[in-house]
């Protein structure tokens, strides 16, 4: 199936070529031509739910596109289903969650989120986070895709680290100026450190210190008050704001 995809991708980009077309146009062709094929695969391999669960499907695909959300996630828990031969009962129920996380991502990510950020929240929510830290999350990664800090904190979850201490430490580096860099360090440290038998919250410890040791000291509370109202023309005393 890969090299099909090839073969029509590459005839493609030669149709392109022949025709005159732009390069960018002739691979925008070539990825259509890959999604057509990979829709098409799935389709097949989705023959093997029963109708009720194949109109739960459509309904809940439908919904999602209504809404915005993606609907890859769902195709792809219900592709899980028919792999492990999961009862077309399970199969809904499980459908029905994964949009009900991607409406929660959306609401809680909003205004705007990419379908990376969505899908990173919902997995997240899988894992037991709460709506409140993807939120938080949001606001501390200011105009950077949340997508990896929603990511790293689903997988330091999912490997045992408590809920809590796995979002003050994904906080904690956002706020002293960590990437994405930095937070796929943490989860590489942390699942390697568990693999060798660490225990989670202690593997956390360890590697957040010692990335966090790189980055700069994040500025005291007050000193970050001053700093905005001098950007705003005020100053402030006794806690009252003054013009100047």
Known sequence: MRMRRSALATSALLL?????APASLAAQR???L????TRAETEARLTALDPA???SLRVVVLDAQRRGLPTEPVYAKALEGVEK???GERIQTAIRAMFHRLRTANDSLAPRASDAELVAGADALAAGVPSTALRELR???GRRSAATALGVLAQLVSRGVPVGKATDAVKQLLQRGGGQQQLLALERGVNGDVALGMLPDVALDLRSRAIMSGLPMAAPPAAAAAAVGDASGFSTQNGTPRRP
């Open 53 to 55: 669960t194949r109109d």
């Open 16 to 20: 392109g070529a022949a025709l005159g």
């Open 139 to 141: 606001s501390l990664s």
């Open 30 to 32: 070539g990825a259509d």
């Open 34 to 37: 890959r999604t057509a094929a």
């Open 85 to 87: 031969g999961a009862p």
